[in-house]
């Protein structure tokens, strides 16, 4: 059952003046011609605006192509889909018979387009600064752990550089399993590493996204055994 958006509201700790912002930005296209992709389009803009800022000032150092790699590795699909699923989007998504028969309330892609409209539609109803708030707010954890070199190492290339250094096997990726249509498929890999018993599993959009997931997982079950 689909939540109300009073309750959305009082979770983000904000009403909107006209609720009717909120309802477009969580309705899918999947639901007919009025839907969420232009407001996704302007949120798209505004949270690299923001972000780029927020590094900008961050970072005074940074050359050109490292806050661009940095930027990348805030706003992407993922970490997105992770707001999403923080903020419990999925609970409050307008979607059609078919995304709803496929669970697209969990699906990465959904999730991350309807965190853009959400901006888009915040900043329609008030201002920049306010909206500049919220992305900040959500995504200060993330800005706060940055390390400006290891920031521009993806997952992959930290987990092989950590297993080289100790002298063991480099990882296995392996597909497991691919769900959905052509145009929008899911993808499911293991990464199997030889301090770990057990494999990480990574789930993606593409084949490379997952296994950067799995990586990323690998990684953070080796912090967890360095303990």
């Not at 899918?28 to 009025?34: D, W």
């Not at 803009?45 to 005074?60: E, T, Y």
């Not at 050359?63 to 970490?79: D, F, H, Y």
């Not at 998504?93 to 309807?114: H, Q, T, W, Y």
């Amino acid at each position: 059952m689909i939540k109300s958006i009073p309750d959305l509201t009082r979770r983000l700790g904000y009403t909107f003046n006209d609720p009717a912002f909120c309802e477009l930005a969580l309705t899918h296209r999947s639901c007919g011609k009025k839907n969420n992709e232009r407001l996704e389009f302007l949120g798209d803009s505004i949270v690299n605006f923001v972000i780029a800022d927020d590094l900008f000032q961050r970072f005074p150092k940074a050359r050109e192509g490292q806050l661009s790699r940095l930027r990348a590795s805030m706003v992407k699909g993922e970490t997105l889909a992770e707001i999403g699923r923080e903020l419990k989007l999925g609970d409050y998504l307008r979607l059609g018979p078919g995304e709803l028969k496929s669970g697209g309330f969990r699906r990465d892609s959904i999730l991350a387009d309807s965190v853009e409209a959400l901006i888009g539609a915040i900043y329609l109803d008030s201002d920049l600064e306010i909206v500049r708030g919220f992305i900040l707010g959500w995504f200060e954890e993330r800005l706060n752990k940055l390390d400006i070199d290891e920031a521009l190492k993806d997952s992959k290339t930290r987990l092989q550089e950590y297993l080289q250094s100790r002298r063991l096997s480099l990882p296995d990726y392996n597909l497991t399993r691919v769900e959905g249509e052509a145009h929008e498929q899911t993808f499911f890999i293991l990464c199997h590493i030889q301090p770990l018993d057990e494999p990480t599993e990574g789930i993606g959009n593409s084949r490379r996204q997952a296994e950067q997931e799995a990586a990323k997982h690998a990684l953070l079950q080796l912090e967890e055994v360095k303990k």
